[in-house]
């Protein structure tokens, strides 16, 4: 995921802002980490530079 799509992403539950967590990058992409909403609290994890912003159903919880 490059840092410039942050600029445009939100929470799909609430679309709230997102922090950003970063665990590994490279020079051109974040490959790791998680992106947290600040309204809702939830958290969508980064994996392989992708970002996972499907929000959880409810049989997960």
Do not use: H
């Not at 997102?18 to 809702?40: M, P, W």
């Amino acid at each position: 995921m490059r840092r410039d799509l942050l600029d445009i992403l939100c929470c799909p539950v609430c679309k709230g802002a997102l922090i950003l967590t970063v665990t590994e990058e490279n020079a051109d992409e974040i490959l790791e980490g998680s992106l947290r909403c600040e309204a809702c609290s939830v958290s969508y994890p980064i994996c392989e530079g992708i970002p996972n912003l499907l929000p959880k159903s409810p049989a997960e919880d």
